[in-house]
Nanobody, 123 residues
Framework: QVQLEESGGGLVQAGDSLRLSCAASGRTLRGDAMGWFRRAPGKEREFVAYISWTGRSTFYADSVKGRFTISKDNAKNTVYLEMNSLNAEDTAVYYC????????????????WGQGTQVTVSS
């Protein structure tokens, strides 16, 4: 069993940057692929970014490509989401999760969700 805790969210202005962290406890994430998802008010949860267990492969939603970067620090058992050039459409609760198997863009392919961290971008 692994527990995930997201942090780093907050209220920022358009154009600002934030770095979200997803710290794991209970076991190592060394062998796990990880993903970030988000849920905006009134919308379905959507895929944001994925990183393979080696960290060598990453995938992003088109809406964040070129602005967001996912990374993984096995020594700290933590996954990060660096977010730059934030805009109002990025306002959401952000969640990390462990990729179990299957379609990496589909939230049902993931387990062990964290409680989420709120990101609010004012325009």
């Amino acid at each position: 069993q692994v527990q995930l805790e997201e942090s780093g969210g907050g209220l920022v202005q358009a154009g600002d940057s934030l770095r979200l962290s997803c710290a794991a406890s209970g076991r190592t994430l060394r062998g796990d692929a990880m993903g970030w998802f988000r849920r905006a008010p009134g919308k379905e949860r959507e895929f944001v970014a994925y990183i393979s267990w080696t960290g060598r492969s990453t995938f992003y939603a088109d809406s964040v490509k070129g602005r967001f970067t996912i990374s993984k620090d096995n020594a700290k058992n933590t996954v990060y989401l660096e977010m730059n050039s934030l805009n109002a459409e990025d306002t959401a609760v952000y969640y990390c999760a462990v990729h179990r198997s299957g379609n990496l863009y589909d939230s049902t392919s993931y387990d062990y969700w964290g409680q989420g961290t709120q990101v609010t971008v004012s325009s």
